[in-house]
Structures are given as C-alpha cells and as structure tokens.
Nanobody, 127 residues
Framework: QVQLVEAGGGWVQTGGSLRLSCATSEPAFSTYAMGWFRQTPWLEREFVAAISANGGTTDYENPVKGRFAISRDNGKRTVYLQMNNLKPEDTGVYYC????????????????????WGQGTQVTVSS
C-alpha cells in the first residue's frame, strides 16, 4: 500500500499564500501521475491540479489557473501545490492522489483514476 502524507495546510487571509506538500516513501514515485483534489461539505471531492510522472505535463481547474502551481521533486518523492492569491472559495480539505498506471506524460482529472490517496490537509481562507 502506497502511503501519501500531506502537509502545509492552515489558515490564511484572502490574498495570502500556502504551499502544500505530499510525500511518500514509495520507490516507484517517479512513475506515478499525481493530482490534488479539494473537498468541502457542500461539494464532492473535485479536481484542482495534476502533474505527469515526468513533470512535463500539468493542468489546473479554471478558477485556480494563474494562482496555483503544481510541481514535483522525484528525488525527494514529493509533489507540491503552491497556492498564491488565495480566495475564500479555495477553502477545503486538500488531498493528494497517485496513479500508478500512467505513461510518463499523462495526467488525469477523474477521482476514480487514482489508486492512492493521502489523509488530507485543511486549508481555510478568511475574507
């Protein structure tokens, strides 16, 4: 079982920044496509950002484009989500997810595509 451990959540005012991280000890991490999802009490877990195994392909949900950046360090077996200019609607529990059955440049948007999930980290943005 692959374990993913998120960190970096917290409370921030509108316009602030946070950097989430998701680390694993899984040796095959560099072959996994990774994603970040957000869940709130009123919405199902929704796609936020994704990055391919080789780091060459990324994509984001429209509301965060230009504000969030996903990256990975395969040497550290860690994926990051840099969140800038945060807004109250960014509030939620953020989960990282891993898909092991990807080609090096593939990314995925659907929750069902990902086999492994972290425990989540809370992000709260106050107005």
């Amino acid at each position: 079982q692959v374990q993913l451990v998120e960190a970096g959540g917290g409370w921030v005012q509108t316009g602030g920044s946070l950097r989430l991280s998701c680390a694993t000890s899984e040796p095959a991490f560099s072959t996994y496509a990774m994603g970040w999802f957000r869940q709130t009490p009123w919405l199902e877990r929704e796609f936020v950002a994704a990055i391919s195994a080789n780091g060459g392909t990324t994509d984001y949900e429209n509301p965060v484009k230009g504000r969030f950046a996903i990256s990975r360090d395969n040497g550290k077996r860690t994926v990051y989500l840099q969140m800038n200019n945060l807004k109250p609607e960014d509030t939620g529990v953020y989960y990282c997810a891993a898909d092991r059955d990807s080609t090096p440049g593939e990314i995925w948007y659907a929750r069902d595509r990902y086999e492994y999930w972290g425990q989540g980290t809370q992000v709260t943005v106050s107005s």
